[in-house]
């Protein structure tokens, strides 16, 4: 168990360089335990393959027809996705190749996050979920945020047992074990912070059990969420570019805060979990 967390304010996290990660062999398991929060890992990507990644993520605006509206996501998100995922996959098999050209000429990025999560998950092998007919789910999304865009407010929990898309899932990761991670890769001049509040997952009730994810119709006390979340206490996180970051998102309420300034925030990410017996780590977005 991680005794000394360095950041505590209304969560707590760990704030650590990559080099220190064999000092923490349990630290995603803190997490599932509540001993910590999260875990905000320094240095994970060079500044130089950053400066790569960076360069080649061209695109200016959104794809069309996207479900994330103006928001330009690369990659396919199995949480606005129906119940047949079978689109997904195959995109899924296309994006991961998109993301190994993407990331060439440095650190391969599934081989450096499987390693990393490897070793602070008690040397558990991190894989990928495979649905019954062979398909690899997708690693990971890039996510960009221009100025004055942000990423509304969410439970990863929500997704989890409220949407149609993680059936299979579900009957495989550990319920209570549902976290978030994103890697920066370009941070915002102001703004763009994950935004935490002092809400969790246990208060809320989701009376729509099977699109409330997507529609955000839970409730606390009777009222939306949305209409009550701002007179909860907060608190902000901004880590730098080439931080990974790992934390309790299925059961803390949290948003990414609109970008200010010019330069946009860049992160890829996802979502972990545990297999039932916690045998294994999932990743997976």
Known sequence: MIKSPVAKSLYNFVELDVSEIGNYPEGIIDICDRQIHGLVVKNFI??????????????????????FGDVLIYGPALY?????????????????????QLFSGGADFETRLTEVLGAMSGGRPVELPVTPDGYAYTPTTIRVLKTGQEMGWHFENQFLHCTPGYRHLETIVEPEDHLSYFVVLSAANAGGELVLYDLEWSETEWPDKEHGGTRKNGLVNGQLIASVMEDYDQMFLSPQAGSLVVFDAGRILHRVSAVEGSRRRITVGGFLAFSKEREKLFYWS
């Open 46 to 67: 060079s500044e130089e393959d950053i400066s790569r990644v960076v360069s080649r993520l061209t695109r200016k605006g959104a794809f069309p027809g996207s479900s």
């Open 80 to 100: 606005v996705c129906d119940a047949d995922i079978t689109q997904y996959c195959e995109e899924a098999v296309d994006f991961r190749k998109y993301c190994r």
